[in-house]
């Protein structure tokens, strides 16, 4: 008996690290993997680098990024995609 109530705080100190901690990243997970399968030619997008461009063309694994309106164009990996901007 004494050993199970020793064991109760970690347990709860676990509890509570998966609510504050794990939960909310996957959470952030399961949100970009959705915002990245719905790009779509034409949004406005930021990459993890901050580079800021429209996109022109997207596969099942890259998207095609226009960098400025004179052509200039380049491709990532759509998980290098961090957000969709407001157009």
Known sequence: ?????????FLLLFVVMYFF???????RQKEHREMVSQ??????????GGIKGTVRA?????????INGQGTEMTFEKGAIKQVDPS
């Open 21 to 27: 901690m794990i939960r909310p990243q996957q959470k």
């Open 58 to 66: 997207v596969d099942e694994t890259t998207a095609v990024i226009s």
């Open 39 to 48: 790009l779509e030619k034409g949004q406005r997008v930021t990459t993890i």
């Open 1 to 9: 008996m004494g050993s199970l109530i020793s064991i109760i705080p």
